[in-house]
């Protein structure tokens, strides 16, 4: 987004981006929060709800800094959920599932998006200045920047979701003392996000999963002989 106003300027494609940018972060950001505090509390810790976190309310989950990423770079994050692992009856394995819920909540909004975006593909491909074209559009980078959240939240560095997914597999003493520069990582990600040398291969992973994705939303279409 950010080089493609600075390289370009504003155009129709570059704010329709922006305001498919605004509604993940306002509409679906807070599920991928709530589906940590959901899972947690269905797994038997009650942190997240008591702490006001089982809700869709984006004032409860927006990162003022992880928002603007997402606005300038495509990758951000949301405030973590508070989760306490000892309330678990297996930690390790639920405190996996619980930080896997969130991603998992991106790709399945993303196939949602697919399936709306799909059918106004043809005038996507043709215009994005019409209604169609424009509904087209804006729900195609809706999905889209839900894969790019995503990939990002399965980095296994804390304090991204995919560092609780690691710990099932890294002995805990290792764990530990890779969460201790927890905040030293997180920084040294948004330089590498906000120069560019992290948003490449994040990019192309997040193409790979976007057109997977893609594939299987077409398939009810292809179906029924709507689209070829």
Not at 213 to 227: K, Q, T
Request: proline share 6%; glycine share 8%; hydrophobic share 55%.
């Amino acid at each position: 987004m950010l080089t493609d106003i600075i390289r370009h300027g504003f155009s129709i494609d570059t704010l329709i981006n922006l305001f498919a940018r605004v509604f993940v972060v306002f509409c679906t950001l807070p599920v991928h929060e709530f589906a940590h505090a959901f899972t947690a509390t269905k797994l038997g810790d009650d942190t997240a709800r008591l702490k006001g976190r089982l809700t869709l309310n984006p004032l409860a989950h927006l990162d003022l800094i992880g928002s603007i990423m997402i606005m300038l770079v495509g990758f951000g994050y949301a405030k973590p959920v508070p989760v306490n692992a000892r309330n678990f009856k297996n930690p390790k394995a639920g405190m996996a599932i619980t930080a896997a819920a969130g991603p998992l909540s991106n790709l399945i909004m993303a196939l949602l998006f697919c399936l709306i975006y799909i059918p106004f593909w043809g005038y996507y491909q043709r215009s994005a200045v019409d209604f169609a074209g424009v509904a087209g559009q804006f729900f195609y980078w809706a999905a889209y920047v839900n894969v790019t959240l995503g990939v990002f939240n399965l980095i296994p560095v804390p304090p991204l979701d995919g560092s609780r997914i690691l710990n099932v597999f890294l002995p805990s003493k290792y764990y530990f003392k890779l969460m201790q520069y927890e905040r030293y990582i997180m920084i040294g990600v948004m330089v590498l996000l906000f120069f560019g040398v992290l948003s490449a291969p994040l990019s192309f992973i997040s193409s790979a999963v976007m057109k997977g994705i893609e594939s299987i939303a077409r398939l009810p279409f292809m179906a029924f002989g709507l689209i070829q």
